[in-house]
């Protein structure tokens, strides 16, 4: 599986300050990120964020139909998701 920034991903990285947009995040792709779509009507890849939230996301790739985004603020969480600032006990 390829990320933004890897050698074998096929977007190039923006060369200007990298975008921050908001986007409502739908189901599970594969490689894990959820898809979402810009204003634009791109799909976006968004890693850090579960189907049905509504997140800040940094573009961190582009492609010339799609985009990868890496959700950086949760503005709507999925109620399942834990609110801590504490990491899990170790064990």
């Known amino acids: 599986m390829a990320f933004p920034g890897d050698p074998a991903d096929s977007a190039s990285a923006p060369s200007t300050p990298a975008p921050v947009i908001e986007l409502a995040t739908g189901a599970i792709a594969a490689?894990?990120?959820?898809?979402?779509?810009?204003?634009?009507?791109r799909v976006v890849f968004v890693r850090h964020a579960l189907?049905?939230?509504?997140?800040?996301?940094?573009?961190?790739?582009e492609g010339s139909s799609f985009?990868?985004?890496?959700?950086?603020?949760m503005c709507i969480r999925d109620s399942s998701r834990l609110a801590t600032t504490e990491p899990p006990p170790a064990g």
């Open 67 to 73: 985009l990868r985004a890496d959700a950086v603020e």
């Open 31 to 41: 490689g894990g990120g959820c898809v979402a779509r810009a204003a634009d009507g």
């Open 51 to 61: 189907p049905g939230e509504r997140v800040m996301a940094e573009v961190t790739a």
